[in-house]
């Protein structure tokens, strides 16, 4: 303690008390804020699987994500963005991108689940990210009512509260979510593809997540319950439907009314 | 006057025991008289003429789907949990106006029809009064004596909008809690008195707990009251100025040329509103309008992505989505004297429409000082025979619907795949050069109609056949119009420009100057109708040429 106490005016002493800290706060926040990292995979993956993915990431993806998915001006490195990020890019079709744009285009996957699975893999090993949702949270029997509360507030600025989907700026899109699966729609809120944000387990738990996808099921199996849903794009293609369609109609019945038998 | 007590045979008594009663109550409320006025009224056939006929009958049909719909909704801002029947909205927090107006839609035995009826039935009225008024505008209907009928009319297209936002706003839903959100922001920009205004119509801050009560008293009370008041004076005045018609043979200002109220019209018309009641059933039945249990509750935090007023306010929301923040460097909103002026908002919700509407109620009266025409016209003009008017009614038409298309401009985006940044540039350019363009266009297209038409009447249709005459010259034989249609052709008026005239002191002042002015940009390149000595010149014409065409064949014969 002496020793301690005389040291204390040392020059180096102010430097040596920033840095204990700094590493203090650094240190407590790393744990405390643990919730906020993606969870390690869980997922075991075969070392063949590992190994028949780099095989395929090399063929198919290099080209941008560069060797070793380590990223290129093309593309961006996909060290740490974990198997949901694959399984969703590859799986739904975006990834490999057909063309460059303000954003991918969902399309025909053209890799099969096998493959899929290997380059998830491959990406998985590359360094620790968000592993693909367990069958748990992807039941679709949470609690729709509160998935119906979470999905406006935290998702139907872009996606529109019927979850048809809406416009962003230069060209991007929000799509919409109808016929998207369960699977799709939980590592789109892990990952944050494309332009959307990434909705972290300490945004929305994984619970809500699942409250989400119950009630984006719900909505979805419901249909319109009110006749053709016109698209779900609110007055924008009621005001069309009822100028085109109605007074069409009505317009095509005036002239009949008016017009002479003879 | 006869006393006697005793009945006498010309005392007429009706045969049958309804003829009798029918006699009792005629002969105290002289309905007869009245019947016989009314059923001799002549209305003149054209499908033009029947969208105001469409408003009524859609108004009508909003009362009575309207009062089913009152029966069975609360408009209170009280907190509940809805217990419906739609399970994705099972227990959440909602108003009890949100919360009635789930079970209209769920629960009650027919309300989901009521409520797509009503719907679809306001979108079709504000429509159809919107299209009656173009008629209107295009035809010149609105010259004397029909000048006050068009305001009473502009009034009521503006009723129509206030019972429509008024209607929109009342199930609490989030897409009519953002709308009001809108129409708070567009209140608080006003300077000074805005924010004095908007604590006072929410009751405090904005939601409050009293707004959807407010405007539920001023939809189903006094909205509605002043539009059937409009409806009375509107249709009391088509009665007493008598219908225009469009020009033809035997229709002249002094006359009305259709078919009689009775029993034509009254059949006609009374068919009619059952084929719209139809047609708004199979549009209630089929198709969705409005479905708030997509949209949730409102709450203040959530906007969704496509949110949207009914048509009819699109174009303030359009105005609003077009004005930029900046313009170059300089801020729109501005803090002057401590005050934040937040013109950004102010400016796009506010002007267009306010010059829309000036314009729309002043048309009348500039049109009749630029001509100086105290003349009374219940025949219409064909809308290329009015070139200029023409032309600023499809400018203001375009105008409208560029900022009617930039209320969807999100849409348009997601749909035709283009940007919606590119989309907002480009209806921000023919926001101010869409109306120029449409105003040259259109001149020039009634113009060139014109001549057209004045070309036919001087030398008849082309048929197609091509004739060589013995000397080698081709020509194109025309056959000659019959009268009928000739007339239509010729029989229009075409006033020339008004050069400036000395007002009493003999002074040509500034305003009379400007008026000179004004009626020269209006009529300085008509093209006149084709004059009788014209008609009879060409026909001359036609005539040397039919007769050179019978001498050659006579030469031919001689042969």
């Given at each position: 303690m002496k020793a301690l106490s005389q040291k204390r005016r040392h020059p180096l002493a102010a430097i040596a008390l920033l840095l204990m800290g700094l590493l203090v706060t650094g240190g407590l926040y790393a744990v405390a804020t643990t919730v906020n990292q993606a969870k390690a995979d869980t997922t075991t993956y075969s070392a063949s699987d590992v190994e028949e993915g780099g095989k395929l990431f090399a063929a198919n993806?290099?080209?941008?994500?560069g060797m070793g998915a380590s990223g290129s001006q093309a593309g961006p490195s996909l060290v740490g963005v974990g198997a949901a990020a694959v399984d969703f890019q590859v799986g739904s079709g975006r990834m490999p991108m057909q063309m460059n744009g303000p954003q991918a285009y969902k399309k025909p996957a053209q890799f099969n689940e096998e493959q899929t699975k290997q380059l998830a893999a491959y990406v998985a090993s590359l360094g620790p990210g968000p592993a693909i949702p367990e069958a748990g949270v992807l039941?679709?029997?949470?609690d729709a009512a509160n998935g119906g509360e979470l999905f406006r507030t935290n998702c139907a600025m872009c996606h529109n509260a019927a979850a048809a989907g809406g416009a962003l700026t230069r060209g991007k899109f929000a799509p919409a979510l109808?016929?998207?699966?369960g699977q799709h729609i939980y590592e789109a809120m892990v990952t944050?593809?494309?332009?959307m944000p990434v909705f972290s387990d300490a945004n929305i738990s994984p619970e809500g997540k699942r409250d989400i996808i119950t009630y984006l099921k719900q909505i979805e199996a419901n249909g319109s319950p009110g006749g053709a849903d016109l698209g779900a794009l609110g007055p924008v293609s009621e005001g069309l439907f009822v100028w085109i369609a109605g007074l069409g109609v009505i317009i095509a019945f005036t002239i009949w009314l008016t017009s002479r038998t003879s | 006057m006869s006393s006697n007590a005793t009945p006498d045979a010309s005392v007429f008594v009706a045969k049958t025991s309804g003829g009798r009663i029918t006699d009792f109550v005629d002969q105290r409320v002289g309905g007869s008289g009245i019947l016989r006025e009314f059923g001799r009224k002549v209305f003149p056939d054209h499908w033009s003429f029947m969208f105001g006929e469409v408003a009524l009958y859609s108004f009508v049909i909003l009362l009575l789907s309207g009062t089913f719909l009152t029966f069975f909704f609360d408009p209170s801002m009280a907190e509940t949990h809805y217990a419906g029947s739609?399970?994705?909205?099972?227990n959440v927090e909602m108003s009890v106006a949100y919360s009635s107006s789930l079970n209209i839609s769920f629960d009650v035995r027919g309300g989901m029809f009521m409520r797509q009826v009503h719907h679809w039935a306001a979108l079709l009225f504000v429509a159809s009064v919107s299209v009656h008024m173009l008629r209107v505008f295009f035809t010149g209907a609105f010259r004397k004596p029909r000048e006050l009928n068009w305001v009473v009319g502009s009034v009521l297209l503006i009723l129509s909008m206030a019972a429509g936002f008024t209607g929109y706003s009342l199930p609490d839903d989030l897409l009519s809690g953002n709308g009001l959100r809108i129409i708070d922001g567009v209140i608080k920009s006003i300077p000074v008195i805005g924010t004095y205004t908007s604590f006072f119509l929410f009751g405090g801050e904005f939601p409050g707990t009293m707004i959807i009560s407010r405007l539920y008293m001023l939809h189903i009370l006094l909205v509605p009251a002043l539009i059937l008041l409009m409806i009375v004076m509107h249709l009391f005045m088509v009665v007493v100025h008598k219908h225009t018609q469009y020009p033809g043979p035997g229709r002249n200002d002094g006359n009305v040329v259709g078919y009689p109220l009775g029993p034509v019209y009254a059949a006609k018309a009374g068919g009619f509103f059952f084929i719209v009641f139809g047609v708004v059933a199979i549009m209630a039945a089929f198709f969705t309008i409005n479905p708030i249990w997509n949209y949730g509750p409102y709450d203040p935090s959530p906007v969704s992505a496509g949110t949207q007023p009914d048509w009819y306010i699109g174009f303030v929301d359009g105005a609003l989505r077009l004005?930029?923040?900046?313009i170059g460097d300089w801020k729109v909103e501005q803090v002057w004297f401590g005050y934040m002026f937040t013109f950004n908002v102010l400016l796009p919700a506010l002007v267009p429409a306010g010059i829309l509407f000036t314009v729309m109620f002043a048309y009348p009266w500039i049109e009749r000082w630029i001509t100086k025409d105290n003349r009374e016209h219940h025949v219409l003009d064909r809308p290329r025979n009015a070139p200029t008017r023409t032309a600023i009614g499809m400018a203001g038409f375009v105008w409208y619907c560029v900022m009617w298309a930039a209320a969807g401009s999100d849409l348009i985006a997601t749909h035709f795949h283009v940007a919606l940044n590119d989309v907002t540039y480009w209806l921000r350019a023919l926001f101010f050069i869409g109306p120029v363009i449409a105003f040259i266009v259109t001149k020039r297209v009634a113009l060139a109609l014109q001549r057209k038409d004045r070309e036919i009447a001087l030398h008849g249709r082309e048929t197609g056949r091509i004739v060589r005459l013995p000397h080698g010259e081709f020509i194109e034989v025309h056959a000659p119009l019959d009268e009928y249609k000739r007339y239509k052709l010729v029989g229009f008026e075409s006033p020339a420009p008004l050069p400036a005239v000395p007002n009493e002191h003999g002074v040509v002042d500034r305003k009379e100057k400007r008026r000179a002015k004004l009626s020269r940009w209006f009529f300085e390149d008509r093209v006149a109708p084709a004059t009788p000595a014209e008609l009879e010149a060409a026909h001359g014409h036609h005539g040397a040429h039919e007769a050179v065409e019978a001498a050659e064949s006579q030469k031919t014969l001689s042969h």
């Open positions: 993806c290099a080209t941008c994500h039941d679709e029997k949470g109808a016929g998207v699966s944050g593809p494309q332009n | 739609y399970t994705p909205l099972k004005m930029p923040g900046t």
